[in-house]
C-alpha cells in the first residue's frame, strides 16, 4: 500500500497540491493536516505511521512537510523502517529508501547527524565544566535553606515521622529523607 501524507503550515493554506501530487505519484491513501512543523503534536504523521506494514510505502512531496530538521526526519525514517516500510520524497531524489542509492544517503545523513549530536555534547560538557570551575551550583535551586536543612537533620535524629517534618516545610517527604549532614 502507498500511503501519503501532506501537511501545511496554518489552516489558511492549502493542501490540495500536496494531495494531487501525492495520488499522481500513486498514493492510495493521504494524511495531510493543517499543523506547524515545530509542532510535536502531529497527530496525522502518528497516525500514518501507525498504518505502515511490511512492505508499504510512505510518500510525501517535500522533507520540509515531513520533518523540522535531520534529527526529525532520522527518528521517523528509523520508525518506517521498523514498521518494514519504505520512504520516498517526490522532490528529494535522493530522499528514498527504495533504492540502495537512497539508502545510502540516509544512511550518510544519519552518520552526520549522530556526528553533530556527539559534537553538541562535549560542547555542553564542557561549558558545564567551566561552569562548575567558576563556582556556578548547577541544577534546580534548593528548596531548603540550610538553616532548615540544619532543623530537619535534628528533627530526624529526634526519630519524627518524615512525612510529618515535609508538611511543615512544605516539600514532599522525600526531599526530607535525602537531606545528609
Given at each position: 500500500?502507498?500511503?501519503?501524507?501532506?501537511?501545511?503550515?496554518t489552516?489558511?493554506?492549502?493542501?490540495?497540491?500536496?494531495?494531487?501530487?501525492?495520488?499522481?505519484?500513486?498514493?492510495?491513501?493521504?494524511?495531510?493536516?493543517?499543523?506547524?512543523?515545530?509542532?510535536?503534536?502531529?497527530?496525522?504523521?502518528?497516525?500514518?505511521?501507525?498504518?505502515?506494514?511490511?512492505?508499504?510505502?510512505?510518500?510525501?512531496?517535500?522533507?520540509?512537510?515531513?520533518?523540522?530538521?535531520?534529527?526529525?526526519?532520522?527518528?521517523?525514517?528509523?520508525?518506517?523502517?521498523?514498521?518494514?516500510?519504505?520512504?520516498?520524497?517526490?522532490?528529494?531524489?535522493?530522499?528514498?529508501?527504495?533504492?540502495?542509492?537512497?539508502r545510502?544517503?540516509?544512511?550518510?545523513l544519519?552518520?552526520?547527524?549522530?556526528?553533530?549530536?556527539?559534537?553538541?555534547?562535549?560542547?555542553?560538557k564542557?561549558?558545564?565544566?567551566?561552569?562548575?570551575?567558576?563556582?556556578?551550583?548547577?541544577?534546580?535551586?534548593?528548596?531548603?535553606?540550610?538553616?532548615?536543612?540544619?532543623?530537619?537533620?535534628a528533627?530526624?535524629?529526634?526519630?519524627?515521622?518524615?512525612?510529618?517534618?515535609?508538611?511543615?516545610?512544605?516539600?514532599?517527604?522525600?526531599?526530607?529523607?535525602?537531606?545528609?549532614?
Amino acid at each position: 500500500m502507498i500511503y501519503g501524507y501532506a501537511r501545511v503550515s496554518t489552516g489558511s493554506q492549502s493542501a490540495a497540491a500536496q494531495v494531487a501530487a501525492l495520488e499522481a505519484a500513486g498514493a492510495e491513501k493521504i494524511f495531510q493536516e493543517s499543523r506547524s512543523g515545530e509542532n510535536r503534536d502531529r497527530g496525522e504523521l502518528a497516525r500514518v505511521l501507525k498504518a505502515l506494514g511490511d512492505g508499504d510505502l510512505l510518500l510525501v512531496t517535500r522533507l520540509d512537510r515531513l520533518a523540522r530538521s535531520s534529527r526529525d526526519l532520522l527518528n521517523i525514517l528509523h520508525e518506517v523502517g521498523q514498521r518494514g516500510a519504505a520512504f520516498r520524497s517526490l522532490a528529494d531524489a535522493w530522499a528514498d529508501t527504495t533504492t540502495a542509492h537512497g539508502r545510502l544517503m540516509v544512511t550518510v545523513l544519519g552518520g552526520l547527524a549522530e556526528f553533530e549530536r556527539e559534537l553538541i555534547k562535549a560542547r555542553t560538557k564542557e561549558g558545564r565544566d567551566r561552569a562548575k570551575a567558576r563556582g556556578v551550583k548547577l541544577g534546580r535551586p534548593s528548596r531548603l535553606s540550610a538553616h532548615q536543612r540544619g532543623e530537619i537533620l535534628a528533627r530526624k535524629a529526634a526519630g519524627e515521622p518524615l512525612r510529618d517534618i515535609a508538611r511543615t516545610y512544605g516539600v514532599h517527604w522525600t526531599t526530607i529523607g535525602k537531606v545528609q549532614p
